[in-house]
């Protein structure tokens, strides 16, 4: 559904579950309260409140979530290039074009529309900040005084 850019994905986070001794249907709803439990995680470490999910997973009580592994999945050496906010800027404009083509081709969900939202929220952030990294001009400057 072109929700996310996969080239967008510096690292991972997995907390492994040991589910062996539980039936089937009480992993299933292990399985959905450790998701709601992320989801919940996620949102709130979130700098803009959100995540790109296309739909939120079901409601639970929240769980006690083991320690979680954390790893870089992008090499060394190709990492600054990823990193670099022109680019960044660049296939995040790409991801939104792609996303609002797919919308205006089917019928999609309220949560696919938030999420081409969320996806333009992060464009602009990452736009507000590249702009701010260039020097005032001397007449910019000169005609904020004024």
């Known amino acids: ?11 991972i986070c997995v907390w492994p579950l040991d ?3 539980l039936t089937a ?4 709803e292990q399985l959905d309260c450790a998701e709601f439990t992320v989801f919940e995680k996620v949102i ?12 939120p997973p079901r409601a639970t009580p929240a769980v006690q979530l083991p320690k979680c592994y954390r790893q870089r999945i992008i090499p060394e050496d190709i990492f600054p290039h990823r990193k ?3 680019i960044r800027i660049a296939r995040r404009a790409n991801t939104i074009a792609s996303l609002a083509r797919v919308i205006s081709e089917r019928k999609v969900s309220k949560g696919l529309r ?4 969320t996806q333009a ?5 990452l736009s ?3 702009l701010k990294q260039f020097p005032k001009d001397k007449d910019e400057t000169e005609n904020n005084d004024e």
């Open 84 to 86: 670099h906010p022109d």
């Open 44 to 55: 709130s470490e979130s700098k803009m409140g959100a995540v790109l999910n296309e739909k």
């Open 121 to 125: 929220r992060r464009l602009e952030r």
């Open 1 to 11: 559904m072109n929700v996310l850019d996969p080239f967008e994905v510096a690292e």
């Open 19 to 21: 589910l062996g001794h």
């Open 114 to 117: 938030q999420t081409l939202l």
């Open 128 to 130: 507000k900040e590249r």
């Open 25 to 28: 249907e009480e992993q299933k």
